[in-house]
């Protein structure tokens, strides 16, 4: 652990691990079969990309997207690290490249899509380059259960047992039922050690708003945080395009991405986003899995996702980076109707449309929770929380009131019309509403005619729209979408329950404020030009922005104001190799020149032999000519000073033992670079 935790500082320019990773790394550097359940930017990748710089042979990591391998290969090259990825994207030229590292036995990690497992080589390939260790990314891909399935994941078992490996798989979304069919399709059923690192994301604000006027409540939501790049998620392929172009006539740069688009026109989407700051993309659900950008600032949805895991994974896109991030879900009655009804008119069994509907009903529970939203997130999930006091439900809590004679009478109002009506004609009925149709069925007769004045149109809505999500009436796709008492709601029909809602009002969508700026008001223009530096750089490399500094890098530069690059090293994110490469260029943006240091100097940079390479250095100078200035003109070569900066010799005879100091050179400054190096 000692080598991980020295690579984690000196290639990826962390200080230290983050709570969970040095456990998950541990268990990998030992070889044990791993499963990690970690959240989104807890830092699953470097669970797995240490290990396999720490370790002997090649780590093969199975992946489910292509721009998800680019995006990790290009920000390892970056740190210095040897990887490269075999995909159907490769041109000829990188696929040679890859193949020349692995035969010339450097390359350390290498990316592949579940797909190429089909094909016998890979296994013939992987044993002849010493694959050491087989790590797999988005690991719920296997679940048959879940929207991301994708089938060649079966194989990675097999691979397992072929090349007799140990196996370490990792994931943000994965329920108890995911978790068990990981174990199975993966291990065999034998149980591996697992971390269950936990699913809060606690720097993301969770909330949720009923629709009311949907596209009004996404551009209020997008103008209060302009300029930062967001992610509209929309349950249809035209309600992309009409949404974006919204957008863009608000001002804002928008693109839509659906499975309908042309490949390439999907790919330019992708790159635009992971390159320019500030774009908001609105999407099916299509978009997203691949996409490695750490500073998506918010996630909106403008129509209600399949379940709570879709919608876990889908927030979990924003904040990477850690910093504060925003989400907002919009919900309706037609949103619950329309789940329901996929779900009732698909072709799955009855066993999996059950589980279908409580998938739903747990989100529904989410979208009408009654307090904090993060405790009944997590408690999905299996675990407890106090309250977060960063959702809409801790900002603002929920008006509650005993609903049970309201929805008694609602539900009286559906059996006495022989549940063949819709939340509408039932709301007519119960506020005494005598329109032609319910005098037609005469339904102006009924008991329930009138019972309901006491409460508005709109606050009846509520009201079906609350037993809807708490599954006391299904709309039933055989009779148009009418509304059908459950069994859930027999008790309260028969008063053996009582049931409390809601006081609904329909708050703006931009009622909370955007997150505040990411620096002092005194550092923002600061900031920009850093921004505008690390741009520059992306554009001139084609490589998204992040993989020269993520946001927080920029954001640490900019609250620190380093100016050296010794004091550059030591900002998160900033390892050996990144300093080499950009340090001068964004040391030049705060001082207005850039520090030039000798390579064997640039190897301590941050390091505490820095500082004794300068002291040895400036010795060395005064005693170039002797004591006394009269002397032969003697130094020593940088590199040597380097060596005496890291090795730090105790006597004469060792200092003499490092390459490039004579006899005669130990005679000059041998007493004085030993005096150095004690008060160092």
């Not at 391998?69 to 390892?76: I, Y």
């Not at 720097?203 to 949720?208: D, E, K």
């Not at 920029?554 to 050296?564: C, D, M, R």
Request: hydrophobic share 40%; charged share 25%; net charge neutral.
């Amino acid at each position: 652990m000692d080598r991980a935790a020295s690579l984690l500082h000196s290639v990826f320019g962390f200080p230290d691990f983050r709570p969970g990773q040095a456990e998950i790394v541990q268990a990998v550097l030992e070889g044990r079969n791993t499963l990690a359940i970690m959240p989104t930017g807890g830092g699953k990748s470097l669970c797995f990309q240490l290990p396999a710089l720490c370790r002997d042979g090649v780590t093969v990591v199975i992946s489910p997207l292509i721009a998800l391998m680019r995006d990790q290969v290009r920000a390892l090259k970056a740190a210095g690290v040897e990887a490269g990825a075999l995909t159907s994207g490769n041109t000829d030229e990188e696929t040679e490249e890859v193949f020349a590292a692995l035969d010339e036995g450097r390359l350390k990690l290498l990316y592949m899509a579940p797909e190429r497992l089909a094909s016998p080589a890979t296994a013939t390939l992987l044993r002849r380059v010493g694959c050491s260790l087989i790590a797999v990314d988005e690991a719920h891909c296997v679940s048959q259960w879940g929207h991301d399935f994708r089938p060649d994941y079966l194989r990675i078992g097999e691979l397992r047992r072929s090349l007799r490996v140990p196996l370490a798989a990792f994931t943000a979304t994965a329920d108890e039922e995911t978790r068990a069919e990981i174990v199975t399709r993966l291990f065999d059923g034998e149980a591996p050690s697992t971390f269950l690192r936990g699913f809060d994301r606690p720097n993301i604000h969770l909330a949720f708003a009923v629709k009311s006027t949907p596209r009004d409540q996404i551009l209020r939501f997008a103008a209060a945080r302009k300029g930062q790049s967001g992610i509209v998620y929309c349950g249809t392929r035209a309600k992309t395009e009409v949404l974006a172009q919204a957008l863009r006539e608000a001002g804002h740069p928008s693109v839509a991405y659906h499975g309908g688009m042309e490949a390439e026109a999907r790919r330019q989407v992708e790159i635009r986003f992971q390159r320019e700051d500030g774009l908001i993309v609105v999407a099916t659900v299509a978009f997203g899995m691949g996409i490695d950008k750490p500073d998506i600032r918010w996630v909106a949805h403008a129509d209600l996702p399949k379940s709570i895991e879709g919608y876990y994974q889908e927030i979990g896109r924003a904040g990477r980076d850690g910093s504060p991030a925003e989400t907002l879900t919009l919900y309706g009655p037609d949103d619950i109707r329309l789940r329901r009804s996929q779900i009732d008119e698909g072709a799955a069994p009855p066993d999996r449309k059950a589980a279908d509907h409580a998938r739903l009903n747990a989100l529904l529970g989410l979208a009408e929770a009654l307090k904090c939203r993060r405790q009944v997130l997590l408690g999905y999930f299996g675990e407890t929380a106090e309250p977060c006091g960063n959702c809409d439900l801790c900002d603002r809590p929920a008006q509650l009131f005993d609903a049970t004679e309201a929805v008694r009478k609602a539900l009286s109002a559906i059996l006495r019309t022989g549940e063949y009506f819709g939340a509408g004609h039932l709301i007519d009925i119960l506020t005494g509403n005598a329109t032609a149709k319910v005098r037609e069925r005469g339904h102006d007769q009924l008991p329930t005619y009138a019972v309901g004045r006491d409460l508005s149109k709109a606050a009846w809505g509520a009201v079906f729209r609350q037993m809807m999500g708490q599954d006391l009436v299904r709309p039933d796709p055989e009779r148009h979408g009418a509304l059908r008492m459950t069994e859930a709601a027999r008790p309260i029909l028969r008063g053996e329950a009582q049931v409390t809602l809601r006081r609904d009002t329909v708050s703006s969508a931009s009622e909370k404020p955007a997150v505040r700026s990411q620096v002092a008001d005194e550092d923002v223009g600061l900031l920009s030009l850093l921004k505008a530096k690390r741009r520059a750089l992306a554009e001139a490399q084609n490589v998204p922005a992040y993989v020269v500094f993520p946001d927080r890098t920029l954001i640490e530069i900019a609250e620190k104001k380093p100016t050296s690059l010794d004091e550059m090293a030591g900002i998160t994110g900033i390892g050996a190799k990144k300093l080499e490469s950009y340090g001068a260029a964004f040391l030049e943006v705060l001082t207005g020149a850039s520090e030039i240091l000798h390579p064997a100097r640039m190897r301590l940079a941050g390091r505490p032999e820095g500082a004794l390479f300068d002291r040895l250095a400036e010795v060395q100078l005064e005693l170039s000519r002797g004591e006394d200035g009269t002397g032969k003109y003697l130094s020593c070569t940088h590199s040597t000073l380097r060596q005496i900066a890291e090795r730090r010799p105790s006597t004469l005879s060792e200092l003499q033992e490092i390459q490039g100091m004579g006899e005669l050179k130990v005679d000059r400054f041998g007493a004085a670079f030993l005096a150095v190096l004690r008060e160092g």
